[in-house]
């Protein structure tokens, strides 16, 4: 088969196929770009046990029958471990994010030369900031943030070069870093949501399609949205968000629990991490 079809991303839900990973060895708060980091700057990073509990995810993904690949790490880049915002595969492309802090900048390069090196195809978005956490693909329609990282410019060009989709502006609330922060979809019927990041006509709209399971403010704070979907309902979670992986458990999700908590007190947690290559059977 031809190398377009290495890439194909449908919703956040089918069979986790193959995905990118950057480890977090240089990670550190060097200039506080979102809430969680302020609240953790002082403290700052344990690269070490980053690492190593990044490395248990790895592992745990491999054991799940996902091809996790890792993108080269570079110590100019201590946000790097998020891989999900340098990208994000929608159908059969795969976009270049556009970074919207000079802390980011770059990131995206390293991206490029990789897949330029993998001979995957790919568009580059070089004008707008957007960026893949506020991106999130459910069938034909593909839901955006407007935030403060992505712009409606970037939305409304991506909407030009998606014109077999429908794309859902859903503004949130600037102090929330990501729409991947307070909104992800689990299922065809269900997603989670802190909906006190969302405004009201963006509820409607995701309540008119989703049974919503809402996540409190302290679980949201722990990125209690941020889950990995990795198909047949199976869901990585963070060990603290109790309630959270109490109610997917009671609707039938097989949650698999891995400590990220190191990781996370830079403002992002298992989608944040992964950049999704291919899913389900295609």
Request: aromatic residues 8%; hydrophobic residues 35%; charged residues 25%.
């Amino acid at each position: 088969m031809g190398t377009i079809n290495r890439l194909f991303c449908a919703n956040e839900y089918d069979p986790l196929k193959k995905v990118l990973l950057c480890e977090p060895q240089h990670m550190r708060i060097t200039e506080i770009i979102n809430e969680t980091q302020r609240h953790y700057v002082d403290e700052n990073i344990d690269q070490e046990l980053a690492a190593e509990q990044h490395d248990s995810f790895v592992q745990s993904l491999r054991n799940q029958g996902v091809d996790a690949v890792l993108l080269p790490h570079n110590e100019d880049y201590p946000e790097q471990v998020f891989t999900r915002d340098i990208g994000f595969t929608i159908g059969h492309r795969l976009f270049v994010s556009h970074m919207g802090r000079g802390i980011r900048q770059g990131e995206d390069n390293i991206l490029i030369d990789w897949l330029e090196d993998h001979d995957y195809p790919y568009h580059n978005l070089t004008r707008n900031s957007i960026e893949g956490g506020d991106v999130m693909i459910d069938g034909e329609t593909v839901f955006v943030a407007v935030s403060g990282r992505t712009s409606e410019n970037a939305i409304h060009n991506l909407k030009s070069l998606l014109p077999e989709y429908k794309v859902e502006l859903l503004p949130i609330d600037r102090a929330y870093l990501h729409l991947d922060c307070v909104f992800n979809v689990l299922s065809p019927e269900e997603a989670l949501v802190f909906s006190p990041a969302l405004e009201r006509q963006g509820l409607v709209k995701i309540a008119s399609r989703y049974d919503l399971i809402e996540v409190d403010r302290s679980e949201q704070f722990k990125l209690g949205t941020n889950v990995l979907s990795v198909g047949n309902k199976r869901v990585f979670s963070l060990p603290g968000n109790v309630k959270v992986n109490t109610e997917l458990r009671r609707r039938g999700y097989d949650v698999i629990e891995v400590d990220l908590s190191e990781i996370i007190k830079s403002g992002g947690s298992f989608r944040c991490c992964t950049l999704p290559l291919l899913r389900g059977n295609t």
